[in-house]
């Protein structure tokens, strides 16, 4: 076996503190990041100021980057049936493993599922070896859960795969539409990037379109709030507005389009009144109207779109009823306008660039575009390995597991990516999973709930670690630099696969040593054979790039994609003169008709739900969730509904609730939000079983798809929901390291786990099927150390107790309702001082007692930057602080990366709201 220590990057280990530039792993803006090195390790980050997408900004989350990082946590041995290995055997294994399932059940019964969170090399080298070699056309990723469906309707539309805007357009804009997006959460530096525009231009005009009132809001000058899924009903009937008014630019749709008729014919199927399109969206038909008039009078329209348009059984037509007007209006191609899909992980675009998705062949190519399946097999030189390349499409995630289900997929191979939790009917496809003969995993943390279902498991080097591209929603390429020597035995995952491929006797089409060499190679494919205009040309072709040398790949600045002979320094805007790489070389107009969501209300689920993300959590929070800070915004699972909806399910703010669907269920916390829609409630995608019992929000959504683009309809299930029977609640904190091993939440019919700085704290509330639990039996029992002190208050049902040790807290008790609680953060303080005097009386008394003048809770926290509480802020503003910069000023909140205004902002009106009550 080759040294794999040898093809690590060199990590710095300069004694004096050094920068070194990277990108950010967390979403599709794509930031450029400026990280301190100290003595190997990355000590502070800070936005890259000289990087296009952020120009030094960086959100929350970036800016906690560094506090994600460490060993601990971390995957650091492979393992094969449960046991650690050697890297050797581990290797060894999954070649053997995958020979044999192919020799006995044919190529096609192994799969790879991967993720837009892979490094585009780490892609290429994937799709390379199980499409190539392999000979499995089952090649599909976590981006069919995310851009599936824009990616099909730009392919529809324009022939290819290609975003036409840049970040700048946002900026030279004069109408702005956000459609699906919560863009000042999700895209944060992208929101703040056009919060400034719009200060500095007074022309420029947004409009947001969500069922919620969501904080991107904050900058809106027209809010829709229309019923969910109805946007392609919305879109037609702009379509038919511009018609009607005379507002479609008949030369662009003369020159450079085609299918308007149909389009319009299909959109004139329903009754395209004004007041008729703004019955069926639910929404007041002036608003209606002023959208319309304003879409229609200014040029310069960028449409952004995201989740609440792809994750959708209708996505594809979605994403295209929104092309269909740009197209008709000729609002692309031009700075400030066209129809941008932003996309959410930091290399999904990547992943697409290499064709990593079941229905693509590579770099762009489809099985059926002309010559492809000559040109990949002669490019990777397949033939004398493997006979074939598979000639036809694979299966889409949801039917690819459905096919392991069968047993027609007997192996998979999972990357960068959780399954179990991100896929819909979640708890079926942790049960298909389990079942499955063979599913390999590579992942960097410990705590992925996939790992739960893996023979082997792979650990893999991460952010910071690894080494190589991403490219963002603005087709901008920048370098992932390696930086830190990767934890225990973490190998790089474009290694790991090398050295399956070695094993299986492709040594010679996977010799890479470095990433550079992938880069290279895959700059190359994507040159080959494309010349404008000639049949089956791509717009995708960075052959510019194919002859970096190693330091000039190293040094690599970001540059947007294509870039070529004709295009050496790249392109930020695609299709400025019209044409399109369509057999006519017209863009196309598709006749779009509406449907409504598969998830069907009825009587016994009568509400809609709507899922997705919160500001300061990624995914299935595998990284973030090791932040204290980023924890606080939202601690527990929470299920939002709207006043009236609680009410008339007799449900009260905070109080514990079950959502129950077709597929499963899911416990969370109510919160009262006016935000949402009555009838509507919304749950984040983020818990899961590492984190909380019953709160994956896809254990309640039913697999249904979009038939193009195969898409799951992620934000239109359907719920019944009820106030969780239960017994007591409690609180439990403990020391990070003695809560390592303690699992307090058996018998319990709700418990959340919340990683702090010092402790680990758990909400509990007792089964009401089960006797009470004797807690101090209990603490006996299972938590170590000794009990020091305790008080029951039998009258108020309540019991605190305490253990301290050699001058430290150990444990912390609380049982009682949880809005008698101290201030966590405070408590958590207390777990990180160590005294060598031990711990004085005094101390003692506050920590039993729970509460002291300093131990207020401030709240769920609304500024992580400076954790600063809801309660906190409240008290300012009642006190005289009637603005965001007032509240800075006193309080720090919103002043280092503004993530938090919009919510500042929404505290201050409730509090005007109050006095004027
Ligand atoms: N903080 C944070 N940021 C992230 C991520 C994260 O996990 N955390 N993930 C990244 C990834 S991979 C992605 S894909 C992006 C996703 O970014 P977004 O798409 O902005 O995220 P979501 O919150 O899933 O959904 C966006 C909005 O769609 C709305 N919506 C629901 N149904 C409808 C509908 O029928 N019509 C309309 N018009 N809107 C609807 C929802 O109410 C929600 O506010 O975020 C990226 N950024
Ligand atoms: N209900 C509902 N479901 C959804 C969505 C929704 O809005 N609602 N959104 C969907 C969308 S848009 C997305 S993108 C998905 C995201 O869902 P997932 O992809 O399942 O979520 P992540 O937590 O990002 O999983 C990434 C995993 O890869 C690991 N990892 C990180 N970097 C690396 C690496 O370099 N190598 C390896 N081998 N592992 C790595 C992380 O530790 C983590 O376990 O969820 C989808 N599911
Ligand atoms: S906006 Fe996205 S890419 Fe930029 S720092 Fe935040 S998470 Fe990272
Ligand atoms: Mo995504």
Known sequence: MSDARAVHPPSVHNAAPCQAATTCPYCGVGCGVSATLEQGRITAVAGDTTHPANQGRLCVKGSALHETLGHSGRLLHPRVDGAITSWDDALDQVAARLSATRSTHGNHAVAAYLSGQLLTEDYYVANKLFKGFL?????????????????????????????????????????????????????????????????????????????????????????????????????????????????????????????????????????????????????????????????????????????????SSSGTDKCQAIINCHLAGGRIGLPGAGPFSITGQPNAMGGREVGGLANQLAAHMDYHTPQALERVTRFWQTGTLVPTLPDGPGLKAVALFEAIERGEVQAVWIMATNPVVSLPDADRVKRILAACPLVIVSDCMANAEVLDVADIILPATGWSEKDGTVTNSERCISRQRGLTEPPGEARHDWWIMTEVARRLGFAQAFDYDHPATIFAEHARLSGLDNDPGAAGWRVFDISGLASLTRDEYDALAPIQWPVNARAPAGTARLFTDGHFPTPSGRARLMPVRPCGPQQALNATYALRLNTGRVRDQWHTMTRTARSARLMNHRAEPFVDLHPEDAEAHGIKDRQLVELTGICGRFRGRARIARAQRRGEVFVPMHWNEAFSGRARANALLAPYVDPISGQPESKHGAVNVRPLTHGREATLMVTTELAEDLQPVRDCAYWARIPMCHAVRWQLAEDSDMAERDWLAWIEDTLPGPLSQWSVDDARGRLRASSLQDGRLNWWLMVGPPDTLPSPLWLDALFGEASSEGISMAVRRRILAGRDSDARDDGPIICSCHQVGQYAIQAAIRDGDHSIEALGARLACGTQCGSCQPELKALLEEERDHVRL
């Not at 859960?145 to 900026?171: H, I, N, Q, T, W």
């Not at 919060?195 to 420029?204: G, I, W």
């Not at 069926?280 to 209606?288: A, F, Q, V």
């Open 135 to 311: 000979g499995t056309p089952h090649v599909d990723t976590n981006s069919r859960l995310c851009m599936a469906s824009a990616v099909a309707a730009y392919k529809r539309a324009f022939g290819a795969d290609a975003v036409p805007c840049c970040y700048d357009d946002l900026e030279e804009a004069e109408l702005v539409v956000l459609v699906g997006s919560n863009l000042a959460w999700n895209h944060p530096v992208l929101y703040q990037r056009l919060k400034t525009a719009r200060s500095r231009n007074p022309l420029m005009r947004i409009v947001v379109i969500d069922p919620r009132v969501t904080d991107s809001c904050d900058i809106a000058d027209l809010y829709l709030g229309i019923a969910p899924g109805s946007d392609a009903r919305l879109f037609n009937g702009l379509l038919a507005f511009m018609h009607r008014t005379g507002r479609m630019d008949q030369v662009y749709l003369d020159r450079h389009a085609e299918g308007l008729e149909e389009a319009l014919a299909a959109a004139c199927e329903a009754d395209v009144t004004l007041d008729a399109i703004a019955a069926d969206c639910d929404i007041d038909p002036e608003r209606l109207e002023t959208f319309y008039y304003w879409f229609t009078s200014q040029l310069h329209v960028v449409t952004l779109y995201s989740q609440g348009i792809n994750q």
